[in-house]
């Protein structure tokens, strides 16, 4: 169990009512919970997530570690997008070769955690979940 609170007086309170009740032992300050990675800066009062961990290990689940950086997480192209479906049983045997909604779940976990910037672009390409085609895939990658 992580514990925060903004005054240390409060903190140890709520540590001495919880022994009370419960067996605990004090592991000091976190430093990773759930693949992320805390930082704390206690002079200024701040506190940094970080999945930087994570994520590397899905680019390179995927094959992504080379990828180049975009200034944005959505290619420009989104007005043609849902032309883009495949429409022929060739087209989407193809798609079926693609870890298309094993990678859409990948980035929604650091989407949800501590990457909230690529709400938008998840968004729009997990509503082709049903029938991707290579521009959802393409764009995918350019969230990577």
Same mark, same amino acid.
């Given at each position: 169990?992580?514990?925060? %609170?903004?005054?240390? #007086?409060? !903190? ?13 032992? $004090? !592991? ?16 200024? %009062? ?6 930087? $961990?994570?994520?590397?290990? =899905? ?34 045997? $193809?798609?079926?070769? =693609? ?12 989407? +949800?955690?501590? %990457?909230? $910037?690529?709400?938008?672009? =998840? #968004? =729009? ?17 350019? +969230?990577?």
């Amino acid at each position: 169990m992580l514990l925060f %609170r903004g005054h240390t #007086g409060e !903190l140890a309170e709520l540590v001495r009512q919880l022994r009370l009740k419960f067996s605990m032992k $004090d !592991l000091g300050l976190a430093r990773h919970i759930l693949g992320m990675k805390i930082n704390q800066n206690c002079n200024r %009062r701040q506190l940094f997530l970080s999945q930087i $961990d994570y994520i590397r290990r =899905v680019l390179e689940r995927f094959n992504m570690q080379s990828a180049k950086s975009a200034s944005t997480p959505l290619p420009i192209y989104l007005q043609r997008f849902q032309r883009d479906c495949p429409t022929s049983s060739l087209e989407g045997e $193809d798609m079926k070769l =693609v870890p298309y909604a094993l990678t859409i779940g990948s980035v929604m976990y650091a989407l +949800v955690t501590t %990457r909230p $910037d690529i709400d938008h672009a =998840v #968004g =729009v390409v997990n509503k082709f979940m049903h029938n991707p085609g290579r521009s959802h895939w393409n764009a995918i990658k350019h +969230v990577f």
